[in-house]
């Protein structure tokens, strides 16, 4: 059985900045493709960002691009999100998934692409 443990989210204020940690277990964390999703109360859950399982190639929101970083540690079997500039609008619950294929070659955007899920960790960005 595959974990996500998702870690780092707290309250800041706009303009600042916040570093997720997802920590995986349960199967071969480098073969898989990772991603990053969000949901705010009342909506569904956003694509944030995606890396490809070798760190090679990585994808964004446009919301996003240009202030958040998806990176990877497979060593450790962790993946990272540094969130920069945060806006108010970023507020959400922040997910970490595992891709359901193997060395996938196209980039997992949907959240049906994912097979597992973490439990989430709450951002906060005050005005």
């Known amino acids: 059985q595959v974990q996500l443990v998702e870690s780092g989210g707290g309250l800041v204020q706009a303009g600042g900045s916040l570093r997720l940690s997802c920590a995986a277990s349960?199967?071969?964390?480098?073969?898989?493709?990772m991603g990053w999703f969000r949901q705010a109360p009342g909506k569904e859950r956003d694509f944030v960002a995606t890396i490809s399982w070798s760190g090679g190639n990585t994808y964004y929101a446009d919301s996003v691009k240009g202030r958040f970083t998806i990176s990877r540690d497979n060593a450790k079997n962790t993946v990272y999100l540094q969130m920069n500039r945060l806006k108010p609008e970023d507020t959400a619950v922040y997910y970490c998934?595992?891709?359901?294929?193997?060395?996938?070659?196209?980039?997992?955007?949907?959240?049906?692409?994912?097979?597992?899920w973490g439990l989430g960790t709450q951002v906060t960005v005050s005005s």
């Open positions: 349960g199967r071969t964390f480098s073969y898989y493709n």
């Open positions: 998934a595992a891709d359901r294929i193997f060395r996938r070659a196209t980039p997992p955007f949907t959240p049906g692409d994912y097979e597992y």
